[in-house]
């Protein structure tokens, strides 16, 4: 059995349909000029990473998934080398 409270459902304005889960307003976005090294430096690393300060939020994700990979695999061979 589905609950759903008719109050909270808001309209998709290509079909009309509710939808179950409403949407979230998106972030604030400022536009960078600049290139992606400084894009991400001038927003913040973790700013533009986890919040999408700027359009490079993918490639400042991708940066800190190689970061803690690396660190992760440092942390595995640490042990066997030892």
Known sequence: MIITNPQLETT???DNTPE???RRPPPD???SE???IQGVMEEGFL???LDDA???GPHAMIMLLLA???ITALFLLV???L
């Open 20 to 22: 179950r889960i409403p």
């Open 34 to 36: 600049s290139s992606i």
């Open 79 to 81: 042990p066997s080398v």
């Open 54 to 56: 700027n359009q490079y």
């Open 68 to 70: 803690v990979a690396s």
């Open 47 to 49: 700013n533009v990473a």
């Open 29 to 31: 976005f400022n536009h």
């Open 12 to 14: 998709v304005k290509q």
